[in-house]
């Protein structure tokens, strides 16, 4: 079992930055792939990055590469997602998300994860 708690959501103006950490409970973090989703009124729920146990393959989607940065510190438990460069349209609840380890790499399903947290609320205003 594995518990996750988003922190760091807030409110932003258009260009700036906000980092998200996603803490983890149990022993065994290291050994599940993370992922970082989002979630805007009315719409569904979105894949943002994910990263593989140790930290070596990442991967993002199109509208956040360059942007956003997914990294983990295993000795924490702990995954961050720093957001640059935010605009409005990255407005959304946050979700972090853990998957175990499968043989063709960390997952961009939402039904492919194990665990979720609660989400933190990024605002970001024009």
């Known amino acids: 079992q594995v518990q996750l708690v988003e922190s760091g959501g807030g409110l932003v103006q258009a260009g700036g930055s906000l980092r998200l950490s996603c803490a983890a409970s149990?022993?065994?973090?290291?050994?599940?792939?993370m992922g970082w989703f989002r979630q805007a009124p009315g719409k569904e729920r979105e894949f943002v990055a994910n990263?593989?146990?140790?930290?070596?393959?990442?991967y993002y989607a199109d509208s956040m590469k360059g942007r956003f940065t997914i990294f983990r510190d295993n000795a924490k438990n702990t995954v961050y997602l720093q957001m640059n460069s935010l605009n409005p349209e990255d407005t959304a609840v946050y979700y972090c998300?853990?998957?175990?380890?499968?043989?063709?790499?960390?997952?961009?399903?939402?039904?492919?994860?194990?665990?979720w947290g609660q989400g933190t609320q990024v605002t970001v205003s024009s």
């Open positions: 149990g022993r065994t973090f290291s050994s599940y792939a």
């Open positions: 998300a853990a998957a175990a380890s499968r043989p063709w790499g960390p997952p961009r399903v939402v039904n492919e994860y194990d665990y």
């Open positions: 990263i593989d146990w140790s930290g070596g393959s990442r």
